[in-house]
């Protein structure tokens, strides 16, 4: 399937349940909270972050302008108090051997354990004019912005992994996608990495002005359940409904080492999904707003010890 994400079935008991519980919360809080105003400020930061990697066109491994990203992202990371690691490695596609780099960002002590992941992908779907704005560029854009207030709070064991290749070269398929995670996992669970990681957030297309999360249900439950109800503290119920997907993003390649892991992401981008994986991906879909919401829980989670 060419998607992120595999239908089936509802439970028609269950989902009637969580349409009441829904419609109590709703109930219990009409109003959707404030914005507290260091997170609207980190969210315009992300947002221009995202803009200023669409401006270099479509990204795609091994392209020029996915080079020119890294070399951004690296030298930027370069500047805050963390250790910066650039895993360059070599992927065998549909299209022969490709070049692909991770970079990873770890604040905190080198041997901390109970470590927290907070990962996106950096890349863009290889297709022509797709600049890919929400997909692949807001997460770089919000890891971006995340490390930047981790640069504040150096003692958190806190790591930001930017993937390389998670789009797929020809078709989605378990072979021929995310490329980087699929990588980087195999190289945790070999090297006893793994082991020390207390939970991994994957963040894929949370830009969108209409944010709305799917609850996953490919991703760790209790964990899933920790960041919802985080969010819903938060007053921001209804960018996290209980709307249940089943998402295969590059989160599954670290829970398939052992690693808690879930994904935040936005599958439903432009009426009936339209803006997805079309040159509609562009920087007037995204907004701040959205970008500022994900930090803001991220961080409480962060702050949790990412505890279900």
Not at 68 to 83: N, T, V
Not at 106 to 127: E, K, M, N, P
Not at 279 to 307: C, N, P, Q, W, Y
Request: glycine share 8%; net charge negative; hydrophobic share 45%.
């Amino acid at each position: 399937m060419d998607s992120k994400t595999a239908a089936r079935p509802r439970q028609p008991g269950l989902w009637t349940g969580l349409l009441v519980l829904a419609a109590l919360s709703c109930q219990a809080r009409s109003q959707p909270a404030a914005i507290p105003e260091e997170y609207r400020r980190a969210g315009r930061a992300a947002l221009e972050w995202t803009r200023k990697f669409v401006a270099l066109g479509p990204r795609p491994a091994g392209s020029n302008a996915l080079q020119a990203q890294q070399r951004i992202i690296a030298e930027a990371l370069g500047k805050l108090s963390c250790r910066v690691t650039e895993d360059d490695f070599t992927a065998a596609t549909p299209l022969g051997a490709a070049a692909m780099k991770n970079i990873t960002a770890r604040f905190g002590a080198a041997d901390a354990a109970g470590i927290v992941v907070v990962s996106g992908h950096y890349d863009t779907l290889r297709q022509e004019r797709f600049v890919g704005a929400n997909d692949g560029g807001s997460s770089a854009g919000l890891l971006m912005a995340l490390a930047e207030r981790l640069d504040a709070k150096p003692d958190a064991a806190v790591w930001v992994a930017f993937l390389d290749g998670e789009e797929a070269v020809l078709r989605w398929s378990a072979a021929d996608r995310t490329y980087g995670s699929r990588h980087l996992a195999g190289r945790w669970a070999a090297d006893g990495t793994a082991r020390r990681i207390r939970a991994l957030i994957n963040v894929d297309m949370i830009g969108d002005a209409d944010l709305s999360l799917v609850f996953d249900r490919n991703s760790d439950p209790d964990l899933m359940k920790r960041v919802w109800s985080i969010a819903a503290e938060l007053g921001y119920e209804r960018h996290f409904p209980r709307e249940i997907g089943y998402i295969e993003d590059d989160h599954l390649s670290f829970a398939a080492v052992g690693i808690p892991s879930i994904d935040l992401i936005d599958f439903n981008y432009g009426p009936g999904n339209a803006y997805w994986h079309t040159a509609a991906d562009t920087m007037d879909k995204l907004s701040a707003d959205s970008f500022a919401v994900i930090l803001h829980v991220l961080e409480e989670t962060i702050a949790a010890g990412a505890r279900p």
